[in-house]
């Protein structure tokens, strides 16, 4: 069965420093998402993105952020300038579709990346 | 804003008992989507059951079925004949239909005992 995958599992990296998280997402998905969830909290909506640009982020999302399809395959999230509050584990979804369609609207989830801002 | 909770922050049964995990939410809207999704201790997180506001039958996979009571916004979980390989985390979802976003709640982390 199709899954999604994410790279690496758990990244380490100094405050002020970039880091870029991959997702690979089900091949024929046409939605994808990125996921947040800090230690003992809740999974946070990050973004939305379909056909080649964002569609829907939430207010975590600021200009620190930014997402990129850069192939047919690989589905990025780049953090420019890490801050300690970004240690979370960032979670890749994707799905056919957002809209109402039968079972379109389901998100499939990555394994997730453990990013430790030191 | 939506809003999901879940009320046990932890839940322990012994191997064949059947549990219920609770679920609640606040929401304005009249169509939307409500799931569960586990979440192993190898982290992926799975989506075990769905179901749509407008369908008035609960839905059912397996040994895992749901009390949707749309008047009073609830959405419990109820595991049949409960396995070790049922112990994960347990997080209820909504969606907006139309929308991307799935709102979650904190998790109930289910730990079934041989």
């Known amino acids: 069965e199709p899954e999604v995958t994410q790279t690496p599992s758990h990244q380490v990296t100094q405050m002020g420093q970039e880091v870029i998280l991959r997702c690979v997402p089900i091949s024929n998905h046409l939605y994808f998402y990125w996921y947040r969830q800090i230690l003992g909290q809740k999974v946070e909506f990050l973004v939305s993105?379909?056909?080649?640009?964002?569609?829907?982020k939430s207010e975590i999302f600021d200009d620190q952020f930014s997402v990129e399809r850069p192939d047919g395959s690989n589905f990025t999230l780049k953090i420019r300038s890490t801050k300690l509050e970004d240690s979370a584990m960032y979670f890749c979804?994707?799905?056919?579709?957002?809209?109402?369609?039968?079972?379109?609207?389901?998100?499939?989830f990555g394994p997730g990346t453990r990013l430790t801002v030191t | 804003a939506q809003t999901v909770t879940q009320s046990q922050p932890e839940m322990s049964v012994q191997e064949a008992e059947t549990v219920t995990l609770s679920c609640t939410y606040d929401?304005?809207?009249?169509?939307?989507?409500l799931f569960w999704y586990k979440q192993p201790p190898s982290r992926q997180m799975i989506l075990v059951i769905r179901q749509e506001a407008y369908k008035q039958q609960n839905a059912t996979e397996n040994r895992f079925s749901v009390n949707f009571q749309k008047a009073a916004k609830s959405f419990s979980l109820k595991i049949s004949d409960s396995q070790l390989g049922d112990t994960a985390m347990y997080f209820c979802?909504?969606?907006?239909?139309?929308?991307?976003?799935?709102?979650f709640g904190q998790g109930t982390r289910l730990t079934i005992n041989p």
């Open positions: 929401t304005s809207e009249s169509n939307y989507y």
């Open positions: 979802a909504f969606m907006k239909r139309g929308a991307q976003k799935l709102v």
């Open positions: 993105f379909y056909n080649n640009e964002i569609s829907e």
């Open positions: 979804a994707s799905s056919y579709s957002g809209t109402s369609g039968r079972l379109g609207y389901e998100q499939y």
